[in-house]
């Protein structure tokens, strides 16, 4: 019996130990940055900056993969089944807090099965259409989208995307509806809306500045409190005519749960450094945004924020009946 018992205890200690050295040495290959957008739109932007400066402090490569499809769902319940090693994370953005209320039959838990690293970036959003859309403001967009709501498309990235939440609170606060567009990404999307294939679109500046600033599209208004230093003639929505129409898209970095804390505690560091990160700051000013301060780049500020938003976007998607399933 005691010789069980004392090769029991050196079984975990063995174990312990192996354990706490893969930590210890941790990243020991490439790690996976799951996106659940297609390649080129605002999510993906963001994430392969933050990769990028990951990479130089991990020492290893950050590498981003697309994972596309269903608003960013499928790619959150990849990451949600991924191996808690820290070598699989997650880049995604206000979609994990509007999920869970959109899909009644979700396949993960959008708090219980990630570990919270840190938040990275809130996004502003404009209200933009195709190059020759007949309206010259945002007044004139609004009548005209409800004087002809059966012609008029709207894009977005599927149901739980940025884009779909901000048309959704577009139609509702304006009294109409029209027909959506979903694509894997407003990436795809944005190709369509210069080509005019589609009419008009909610997404975010990181997505629509240097198309805004060509002038092969149109754009009516930020939808921030405050107007965006990069894009200086564009009014808020609040000016242009909408009142109290606010949306920005936070972004967010998880791993998949029980993901050791020394893993996360890496993770966390190499975040904050990647959003002090000289290209990353100057990248995310050219399109509209800025990195969080410090201390909501933790788990702590993450967990807390994606809690509170869940809790604020639930009643509002209810009352608009906007059920993914
Ligand atoms: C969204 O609409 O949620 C995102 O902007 C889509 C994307 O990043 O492609």
């Known amino acids: 019996m005691k010789l069980t018992l004392l090769r029991t205890v050196a079984g975990i200690a063995l174990m312990t130990g192996a354990m706490a050295h ?36 991990l020492k290893q490569q950050v590498i981003v993969e697309n994972v596309g499809g269903a608003g ?30 959109l899909y009644r039959k979700l396949s993960y838990d959008a708090i219980n099965d990630f570990e919270p690293v840190g938040l990275v970036t809130d996004v502003p959003m404009t209200i933009v259409a195709r190059g020759n859309f007949p309206a010259k403001d945002l007044k004139e967009f609004i009548n005209y989208v409800k004087a002809n709501k059966d012609k008029v498309t709207y894009a977005n990235a599927g149901v739980g995307s940025a884009s779909h939440l901000c048309g959704m609170l577009l139609m509702s606060a304006i009294g109409t509806d029209v027909t959506t567009v979903p694509y894997k990404g407003t990436g795809p999307a944005m190709n369509d809306l210069l080509g005019g294939q589609v009419d008009i679109m909610c997404d975010q500046t990181t997505n629509t500045t240097s198309q805004i600033k060509s002038g092969k599209i149109k754009a009516y208004a930020v939808t921030t409190k405050n107007k965006v230093a990069s894009l200086p003639e564009l009014p808020t929505a609040n000016e242009a005519g909408l009142p109290n129409f606010e949306v920005a898209v936070w972004h967010a970095v998880y791993a998949p749960k029980g993901t050791p804390k020394p893993v996360i505690a ?49 009643p509002i998607i209810k009352k608009a009946g906007a059920y993914a399933d």
């Open 22 to 57: 893969a930590q210890s040495d941790y990243p020991t290959k490439s790690i996976t940055m799951i996106v659940p957008f297609a390649a080129g739109g605002p999510t993906d932007t963001v994430a392969r900056l933050v990769a990028q400066s990951m990479s130089k402090t």
């Open 72 to 101: 960013g769902t499928i790619g959150a319940a990849r990451v949600a089944k991924a191996a808690p090693d820290g070598h699989t994370i997650f880049l995604h953005h206000i979609g994990q807090s509007t999920a869970p209320t």
């Open 266 to 314: 890496k993770l966390e560091d190499a975040l904050k450094i990647a959003l002090k990160d000289g290209t990353v700051k100057q990248r995310f000013a050219e399109l509209g945004t800025e990195p969080v301060a410090e201390n909501r780049a933790t788990p702590d500020a993450l967990r807390t924020h994606l809690k509170a938003e869940i809790d604020k976007w639930g």
